[in-house]
């Protein structure tokens, strides 16, 4: 059985590995870009890219956000920790005086701690699903702050398009509507995908 720090720190990790896959391509196409980037990208340049991996951890904001997200996993899972040590304690107390109760008091304790080991699952479910909750809108702000950004950073320096360079996913941070050609793109497939019907 996975502890809840376990499965805390994969859902942290989860989080900042899919807050980092926004991308772009893969290494040998960054390489070039790279450089570039490194010296200044000139503002006759209409197509630009951040590194995302290095902007996460460099930028403060992404930094703060995973301390407090590692702090709030921590007092979760101590929470959960302290709750379950407590039903523990209490179902070997349960143990230790079985053989001195009555049939009837077994059955109603064993039935209060059925319940309870019910409750305990439960609380533990949302705590986690509240947790996973608070990373996500975590992980929203951190993209909206990122994306809303990179949009000023692009109209000042007359960028048509801001990639994110990472290696799994490519990934647009901003792409100046006249680069959009998403309702052409998507009416083709419609059309090819109605004749494929046919």
Not at 65 to 76: A, D, I, Q
Not at 91 to 99: D, Q, T
Not at 150 to 167: C, D, F, N, Q
Request: charged share 30%.
């Amino acid at each position: 059985m996975k502890t809840t720090g376990s499965i805390f720190t994969k859902i942290s990790l989860g989080v900042m590995v899919a807050i980092a896959v926004a991308a772009c391509n893969n290494d040998k196409k960054a390489d070039a870009p790279a450089a570039a980037a490194s010296t200044g990208s000139s503002a006759s340049e209409t197509i630009v890219f951040v590194n995302q991996d290095t902007l996460l951890a460099k930028y403060d904001y992404a930094k703060d956000m995973r301390s407090t997200l590692e702090s709030k996993g921590k007092t979760t899972e101590n929470d959960i920790g302290s709750r379950r040590q407590a039903f523990e304690r209490e179902i070997a107390e349960y143990k230790r005086n079985a053989n001195t109760l009555s049939a009837d008091q077994r059955a109603a304790t064993e039935q209060r701690l059925t319940r309870k080991g019910q409750e305990q699952q439960q609380y533990e479910q949302a705590a986690g699903a509240e947790f996973q909750n608070l990373q996500g809108t975590e992980a929203n702000k951190l993209y909206d702050k990122i994306a809303d950004f990179t949009k000023i950073y692009a109209k000042e320096k007359g960028y048509k398009m801001v990639l994110t360079y990472s290696k799994a996913n490519p990934t647009v941070l901003y792409g100046d509507a006249t680069l959009d050609v998403t309702a052409d793109v998507t009416k083709r497939l419609n059309e090819a995908y109605a004749k494929d019907k046919k």
